[in-house]
T-cell receptor, first 110, second 114 residues
Framework: AQRVTQPEKLLSVFKGAPVELKCNYS??????LFWYVQYSRQRLQLLLR??SRESIKGFTADLNKGETSFHLKKPFAQEEDSAMYYC????????????FGKGTLLTVNP | ETGVTQTPRHLVMGMTNKKSLKCEQH?????MYWYKQSAKKPLELMFV???????ENNSVPSRFSPECPNSSHLFLHLHTLQPEDSALYLC?????????????FGDGTRLSIL
C-alpha cells in the first residue's frame, strides 16, 4: 500500500538550532516526493520537490531510496519557520494522486 | 489575484440542506482536485478531473457530487451531509499529464454540519 509516514506530530526547536522533519514513504517504483507547508492562517503551499533538488527558504530534502526517506532539513531554524509541514508522494509519471503524511507541527522558539 | 480561489471560506449547514462549494483557478491548468482535510487525518483525495473529465473518484459517498463545467471551474455539490463530513475542503489544480508538476491549493472551505 502507498503510505507516507511522518513519525513526529510535534517538533519544537530553538531559533538557530538545526531542524529535521522526518518523512518515510512506502511506494513501488520511483515516486515523486514533495514537502508542503501551511503557515498559520495561510493556504497549503508547495515548499519543495525532490525532482528539482532545490533549496527553498534554507530548507533542503534529499531522497534516500535505500532508506525510503525524504527528510526535510534546515541548518538554522528561524521563528518564521513555525508551521505545519506535510510530506507528500505520488507515483511517478502521469498519476496525479498525492498521498500526504499526517503532518508535523514545527515550533521554533525564540 | 490568487491562483486558486475557493468560495465560500466558511459554510455552516444542516444535514438536510443542499449547498455547493466553488473553486476557480487562474493558472491555465487542466487538472483539478477536491481534497478533504479532517482533524487528526491526513489530506484525503476525493475527486480528480483532467480536461473536464473525472478520472478518479476515491470511494466518496454519493452525497458529494462534483461538477467540472470547464478546466477553470470545479464545484462540489453537497446534499444530506453527516456530522462527520465537517472538515476543511481543499481544491487544487495542476498542469496534469506532465507527471512532475506540483499541485497548487486554494485556501479551502471550512464546512460545519449541524
Amino acid at each position: 500500500a502507498q503510505r507516507v509516514t511522518q513519525p513526529e506530530k510535534l517538533l519544537s526547536v530553538f531559533k538557530g538550532a538545526p531542524v529535521e522533519l522526518k518523512c518515510n514513504y512506502s511506494y513501488s517504483g520511483s515516486p515523486e516526493l514533495f514537502w508542503y507547508v501551511q503557515y498559520s492562517r495561510q493556504r497549503l503551499q508547495l515548499l519543495l520537490r525532490h525532482i528539482s533538488r532545490e533549496s527553498i527558504k534554507g530548507f533542503t530534502a534529499d531522497l534516500n531510496k535505500g532508506e525510503t526517506s525524504f527528510h526535510l532539513k534546515k541548518p538554522f531554524a528561524q521563528e518564521e519557520d513555525s508551521a505545519m509541514y506535510y510530506c507528500a508522494a505520488r507515483r511517478g509519471g502521469s498519476n496525479y494522486k498525492l498521498t500526504f503524511g499526517k503532518g508535523t507541527l514545527l515550533t521554533v522558539n525564540p | 489575484e490568487t491562483g486558486v480561489t475557493q468560495t465560500p471560506r466558511h459554510l455552516v449547514m444542516g444535514m438536510t440542506n443542499k449547498k455547493s462549494l466553488k473553486c476557480e483557478q487562474h493558472l491555465g491548468h487542466n487538472a483539478m482536485y477536491w481534497y478533504k482535510q479532517s482533524a487528526k487525518k491526513p489530506l484525503e483525495l476525493m475527486f480528480v478531473y483532467n480536461f473536464k473529465e473525472q478520472t478518479e473518484n476515491n470511494s466518496v459517498p454519493s452525497r458529494f457530487s462534483p461538477e467540472c463545467p470547464n478546466s477553470s471551474h470545479l464545484f462540489l455539490h453537497l446534499h444530506t451531509l453527516q456530522p462527520e463530513d465537517s472538515a476543511l475542503y481543499l481544491c487544487a489544480s495542476s498542469q496534469g499529464g506532465l507527471g512532475n508538476q506540483p499541485q497548487h491549493f486554494g485556501d479551502g472551505t471550512r464546512l460545519s454540519i449541524l
